[in-house]
């Protein structure tokens, strides 16, 4: 299936705008939330191809929310990339037992962003 829908999940309105508009310009159809909780509405609204999940959110963090998508069986098949300036191996190592399928560093590079997600469809 090829990627189209994205939902993208960060506290940060300035990071929810860059990633937006990396993506539309690229064709890709972005939904945004700002917190764990307005995630899973959107969820629960439209089914996306794929989740960016910041990690360092109030409430439910990202490595929570990504657990918890991840291991409902809705949702199981959407892949979650982490996108968030935690750059520690140990970090990323967790991501990934959370049920990530990968992990990027912000600043955001848009190529390799744009290639994580490709790698995916």
Not at 3 to 19: A, G, M
Not at 42 to 71: A, C, W, Y
Request: hydrophobic share 35%; with cysteine; proline share 4%.
């Amino acid at each position: 299936m090829a990627i189209q829908k994205i939902l993208v999940v960060d506290d940060s309105k300035t990071e929810l705008h860059h990633l937006s508009d990396i993506l539309g310009k690229r064709g890709y159809t972005v939904r945004t939330a700002e917190n764990g909780e307005e995630a899973l509405r959107r969820l629960e609204e439209e089914k996306p191809h794929l989740i960016l999940m910041d990690v360092v959110m109030p409430g439910q963090n990202g490595f929570q929310l990504t657990r918890s998508i991840t291991r409902d069986p809705r949702f199981s098949d959407v892949p979650v990339i982490m996108c968030t300036s935690k750059n520690q191996e140990t970090d990323k190592v967790w991501g990934m037992r959370q049920g990530a399928r990968d992990y990027i560093v912000k600043p955001v590079n848009a190529d390799e962003l744009i290639a994580k997600i490709k790698a995916f469809d």
